[in-house]
């Protein structure tokens, strides 16, 4: 079954759910800050792992101390859609426990 993208006004809805989180181009996308480049690996971890469950992935960069992601749905045209949505609260519902802000 296709995944449908959503309307600007629904991604903007959205999105005022998902504090820190932004819409960049045709991606919603975010900079999560950590304590130690070693918190920042094991939270990437972490979200490669719920992407595996899900069967979505983001794009992931690594940085010192920071964990960046970025996503939309390649079936969907590179469009935001639900599935972007659904990855994201999991990956913030996590996040906290990695000591991310």
């Known amino acids: 079954m ?6 600007q006004k629904e991604i903007e809805d959205r999105l005022r759910e998902l ?3 932004a ?3 045709d991606r919603i996308a975010r900079t999560y800050q950590l304590g130690t480049h070693f918190a920042a690996a ?4 972490h979200v490669a792992q719920i992407q595996e469950e899900l069967g979505h992935h983001s794009d992931l960069t690594l940085g010192y101390n920071t ?3 970025t996503v939309n749905t390649h079936s969907a045209g590179d469009a935001v859609t639900v599935k ?3 990855l994201a ?3 913030e519902d996590i ?3 990695h000591g991310a802000r």
Request: glycine content about 14%; hydrophobic content about 50%; proline content about 7%.
């Open 84 to 86: 972007d949505f659904e």
């Open 95 to 97: 996040a906290g426990g």
């Open 23 to 25: 819409l960049e181009g």
């Open 2 to 7: 296709a995944t449908e993208p959503l309307s």
């Open 67 to 69: 964990l960046a992601l």
């Open 42 to 45: 094991a939270m990437a971890v």
């Open 89 to 91: 609260q999991r990956v």
């Open 19 to 21: 504090p820190g989180w």
